[in-house]
């Protein structure tokens, strides 16, 4: 039982393009975040959502658009894609917050061309 | 910004031999944790050590952390190759309303069979 599922692993697609990512936890866990990997690995938080209620958006492109249904999931929309979007985006969730260890998905490698 | 820094950015050591790898922040934190993630992987996590811990120990894996000169070593002890993975360490910190980790740029650790 995966604990945390994001699909899809791989996206392929042109600049312009408007594309989605999902998410789901089986944790039952509170709090879940979207993350960005660029090429030299480092690890961006991007949107964190506490019961299904946004705290934390950072300075992100209003072209992302993250939608939380219910507290096990969090989906990432992204309208308009440009080059520079191509990254690995990370879903993750913890059980109460920053505080707590956070289990993350498998990834998503996002390639805009 | 980016609160915490690795290193040494890259390790490559024989299996068998110890991996110590250090992080160091800039602010106070609540606590730190040390995450690892395999190639092409999300990240796992391995030990979380709270402000007033100096040392925590899981397995082969030996943290410390010293606030006053804010920073921390992960040691993984009797290494394998299946060890090889980047290893990233993660703070909260307490200024303010800050809610996130932060995120280092990772210690790649290449253990050769």
């Known amino acids: 039982d995966t604990a945390v599922s994001q699909t899809p692993k791989y996206l392929v697609t042109q600049m312009g393009n408007d594309k989605s990512i999902k998410c789901e936890q089986n944790l039952g866990h509170d709090t879940m975040y979207w993350y960005k990997q660029d090429s030299k690995k480092f690890l961006k938080i991007m949107f964190s959502y506490n019961n299904k209620e946004l705290i934390i958006n950072e300075t992100v492109p209003n072209r992302f658009s993250p939608k939380s249904p219910d507290k096990a999931h969090l989906n990432l929309h992204i309208n308009s894609l440009e080059l520079g979007d191509s990254a690995v985006y990370f879903c993750a969730s913890s059980q109460s917050g920053w505080n707590t260890e956070a289990f993350f998905g498998q990834g998503t490698r996002l390639t805009v061309v | 910004s980016q609160q915490g820094e690795e290193d040494p950015q890259a390790l490559s050591i024989q299996e068998g031999e110890n991996a110590t790898m250090n992080c160091s922040y800039k602010?106070?934190?609540?606590?730190l944790q040390w995450y690892r993630q395999n190639s092409g992987r999300g990240l796992v996590h391995l030990i979380l050590i709270r402000s007033n811990e100096r040392e925590k120990h899981s397995g082969r894996l030996r943290v410390t952390l010293d606030t006053s000169k804010k920073s921390s070593s992960l040691l993984i002890t009797a290494s394998r190759a299946a060890d090889t993975a980047s290893y990233f360490c993660?703070?909260?910190?307490?200024?303010?309303?800050?809610?996130?980790?932060?995120w280092g740029l990772g210690t790649s650790l290449a253990v050769n069979p």
């Open positions: 993660a703070t909260t910190s307490i200024a303010g309303n800050n809610r996130k980790l932060i």
């Open positions: 602010t106070s934190i609540n606590n």
